[in-house]
Every structure is written in C-alpha cells, then in structure tokens.
C-alpha cells in the first residue's frame, strides 16, 4: 500500500510539473506576441504601411555601420540592433547613403525617417533633431605607427594637421579649443581638413598630409586590427571628447522616436542589446538606459 500511495505522489507531482511547464511555454511566446503587438501599435500609420524604415547612413564608418570591400550589403552593430528594433515593430530597415554633414538636411528633406552612421546627440543638434541614445562613444586619434611616442594627446599637434569628417561639431571644437591653447603657449596652432567621408579623411594620414586622423574610438580600434603595424591611437586610447552615438529623428515625427526607443528599451530589459554589443566588442559601450535626448554634457 505505501509504494501505491508513493507512486501515485510521484506521478502526481510529475503531472503537476508537467502541466505547469506546459502553461509556462504556452504562455511565453504569448506574452511576446503580445508585447510585440502592443509595440508595433505605436508605429506611425504611414510608416506601418510602407512597412520600411529607412536609415540614412555614410556606411563607411566600421564597426558601427559599414560595407565591406566588393559587397552592397551594410552591415555593424548599429545595423544589428537597427534590424532588431525593426523586428519588434513588424517592419524592415532600409538604407539610404548620404555624407555625413547631409544626415540632418536629409531628415529635414525626407530623404530617410532615421540618422545614423556615428551621429552623435549634442545641445546644438537637438535644437533641430530628436535623439535616441544608444552608445557610449567617443573622439580618438589615428596616427601612422612610426608616430607612437611622438602624439599623446591633441596638445601634441600643435603647429601639426589633423584631418575629421565634415560635420564634425563636437570635434571640431575640441581642436579649437586646443588650438587655441597652443597659441597662449606661444605655439603653433592646429591645423584641421574636413573630409566628406571617413576614408577620404583617413587617406590624408596615409598620404602624410596630415599627421593625425580623428574620429570614433571603435572605429580607429577596427583600422589598427585591419592594418596590423601601420596604425598607432594617440595616448593608446586617449578620448579628445566623449558622446552618445545615438539614431536622429525629425521633430515632426515623435512618434516613431518613441516606438524606436521602445523597442531598443526592452531589448536592453532582456539582454539582445548587450548580446549584439558584446558581439562587436563593443560591450564596454552599453548604455544603461536607452535614452531620448541626453548627451554626454548632461550627464554625470
């Protein structure tokens, strides 16, 4: 009788167990479903009709978004979480090509909904754009190799070129400002190019027009690994500034700002975010909170 008793327990438990896995996996892909719908839900009629999000970008600026040589296809971290979020709202991403210094006029303009592609959110560019933040980033210097000891940091260019991306404020900026530190030392000033794209810019330091090339710490960190030997980052990882990469949206459509932070938001709540972060190397960037209009001089 105590082993009938004892099995008939057992086989109840199992029961028991099985039945509320049962309802668990049941009710998971529900609640996903669900949370799915409720996020597509706040997408813009017309852009829920065309079904697209179109993504302006340089698509030259490795590992954040890019092509490698001889394909079509873009593709970097910001293009994988791109890709995710559009998944949450039941849509697709497409991507336009434009310069850097045109991601803003081309959102003003409807050449695309979004601005990407190493654009960072600043006070003077919300005065015109949304923002949704998305990564920790910041300015480094590329120089040759042959250059490692002889630059530090940017108060070493003085009376020596540097060459950025058109468009580049924040950058920009800094070598002003250092620029102007050099002339109360009694020292040459800085010279700065822009360029229309990050290549071009890049090349002016293999040509030796200038001697230092500034632009996204990742993205120098990838060149260095691509080019084993011939490139050196100012300092070993020396900031001239730090920002938020983020994704711009015109201040006509609120809407879909909000659905994109959303959704970026709760892959953050359930580790896709750092997953494809880490993928990238890029792990040490993780935000954490995925925020709307909040650049590095508003936080601590």
């Known amino acids: 009788m105590k082993s009938r008793v004892s099995s008939s327990a057992s086989s109840l438990g199992r029961a028991t167990w099985l039945t509320v896995a049962a309802l668990w996996l049941a009710a998971t892909p529900v609640a996903s479903m669900a ?18 999000i179109r993504i302006g970008s340089q698509q030259t600026f490795p590992p954040v978004e890019y092509r490698e040589p001889g394909k079509d296809e873009v593709t970097g971290v910001s293009r994988e979480l791109l890709d995710e979020v559009a998944r949450r709202l039941g849509l697709k991403v ?4 434009a310069e850097y210094a045109a991601l803003i006029p081309g959102l003003d303009a409807n050449r695309f909904d979004v601005a990407s592609g190493g654009i960072s959110d600043t006070d003077e560019r ?6 949704v933040n998305y990564m920790y980033a910041g300015a480094s210097i590329l120089t040759l190799a042959k250059h490692k000891t002889t630059f530090n940091t940017i108060d070493d260019f003085c009376g020596k070129g540097v060459a950025t991306m058109l468009g580049s ?12 530190r050099c002339k109360q030392a009694g020292k040459p000033t800085i010279r700065i190019e822009q360029l229309p794209s990050a290549p071009d810019a ?15 710490l990742p993205a120098l960190a990838y060149m260095r690994q691509q080019f084993p ?68 001089s508003k936080r601590k």
């Open 94 to 97: 497409q991507f336009v090509q």
């Open 169 to 180: 404020r924040v950058i920009t900026a800094a070598v002003d400002a250092a620029s102007e």
């Open 126 to 131: 919300e005065e015109k754009v949304d923002f």
């Open 35 to 52: 949370a799915s719908a409720d996020l597509s839900a706040s997408v813009p009629a017309d852009i829920k009709a065309r079904g697209v």
């Open 202 to 216: 890049r090349q002016q330091v293999d040509l030796q027009r200038v001697d230092g090339y500034i632009g996204d």
């Open 229 to 296: 030997g011939r490139y050196n980052i100012a300092g070993g990882d020396y900031r001239l500034t730090t920002y938020i990469a983020s994704w711009g949206f015109n201040k006509r459509a609120p809407g879909l700002r909000d659905a994109v932070q959303r959704a970026a938001q709760s892959m953050l709540a359930d580790g896709t975010y750092r997953t494809i972060l880490t993928k990238w190397n890029l792990s040490d960037a993780a935000l954490p909170e995925i925020t709307v209009n909040l650049p590095a």
